[in-house]
């Protein structure tokens, strides 16, 4: 549809001078055609402030003798140099939208090998346990390991929040059992507020979270795929960034530098403009230590 309004824009310029009467028609195309690329580079950098790509060409005053209705060269020569400038520029954000979306399907199809791998190894059994024979002979009593401390006892101690928020109550309640280090218990509150609360901002912060009780659990597997379910589902969520920022800490712990390196790299291609200075930061010193090209 694009490539055919600048085609039309450019034969309706260069036609013959009867038509240089409807130079007023031409130049509210000219501006659609402005219009609608200025809607390509939100889509290529959506809220991205600074970063929108006025025209090269402007539109010049009409001189004394366009103005008494007599068409002049350099009209029309400044109508076809805006249009060749929207065409190589939609061209140009059209080129990065493409690439934006060829990384996501890569990403999406590496999780999705690597999620059937991790479920496949969580669904396997446990091998079976070889018989220790006690020390002393089968006639030695053997005292019985004493039992754990209650833990629902530590999870009591931990504070529920009645605000009269259901959503913001789940998360705040989550967050003090991961700050507690009741990791199992604040990774089921946290599903809990993402499954009732999809729409919640908390559900961005729920989430997150719930990666990082997995990777500070020693379980860099389940949390790698708590970290991109986030950006996946919630990619405007405000823990979106942080959540692919962990999940190359996690894929660092799994070794496999490479695919934090690409990661990384999503990350600032996706986040550049509105990540804190900061996060910049930490990235640029995890690229360092996954020794990322």
């Given at each position: 549809m694009t490539r055919f309004l600048l085609g039309a824009a450019i034969a309706v310029t260069l036609s013959s001078p009867a038509l240089a009467q409807r130079d007023a028609p031409v130049e509210a195309r000219v501006d659609k055609l402005e219009s609608e690329m200025r809607a390509v580079q939100r889509k290529v950098f959506p809220g991205g402030a600074g970063m929108m790509?006025?025209?090269?060409?402007?539109?010049?005053?009409?001189?004394?003798?366009?103005?008494?209705?007599?068409p002049a060269s350099g009209a029309i020569t400044d109508l076809t140099?805006?249009?060749?400038?929207?065409?190589?520029?939609?061209?140009?954000?059209?080129?990065?939208?493409?690439?934006?979306?060829?990384?996501?399907?890569?990403?999406?199809?590496?999780?999705?090998d690597y999620r059937r791998a991790t479920d496949a190894k969580l669904a396997a059994p446990p091998p079976a346990a070889t018989p220790v024979q006690p020390v002393g002979g089968p006639d030695v009593t053997v005292p019985e390991a004493p039992e754990p401390a209650d833990k629902s006892a530590a999870?009591?101690?931990?504070?529920?929040?009645?605000?009269?928020?259901?959503?913001?109550?789940?998360?705040?309640?989550?967050?003090?059992?991961?700050?507690?280090?009741?990791?199992?218990?604040?990774?089921?509150?946290?599903?809990?507020?993402?499954?009732?609360?999809?729409?919640?901002?908390?559900?961005?912060?729920?989430?997150?979270?719930i990666g990082r009780a997995y990777l500070?659990?020693?379980?860099?597997?389940?949390?790698s795929i708590a970290f991109y379910d986030n950006y996946k589902k919630f990619p405007d969520g405000e823990r979106a960034p942080d959540s692919l920022y962990y999940l190359g800490s996690a894929l660092v712990k799994l070794d496999k530098a490479p695919d934090a390196c690409k990661v990384y790299g999503e990350l600032t291609d996706v986040y550049g403009a509105t990540i804190s200075a900061k996060m910049k930061a930490d990235v640029a010193k995890a690229r360092i230590a996954a020794k990322c090209k």
């Open positions: 790509v006025e025209p090269q060409i402007a539109p010049t005053a009409p001189t004394s003798v366009e103005a008494a209705g007599v140099a805006r249009v060749t400038s929207l065409e190589q520029q939609l061209a140009s954000m059209t080129g990065q939208i493409e690439q934006n979306e060829y990384r996501v399907r890569q990403l999406e199809q590496q999780f999705a999870t009591a101690s931990v504070t529920k929040p009645s605000t009269g928020d259901a959503a913001e109550d789940g998360y705040l309640y989550g967050y003090r059992l991961w700050e507690a280090k009741r990791y199992g218990e604040a990774v089921t509150a946290l599903k809990k507020v993402v499954a009732d609360h999809p729409k919640s901002r908390r559900a961005s912060y729920a989430q997150n979270l500070d659990d020693g379980k860099p597997s389940l949390a």
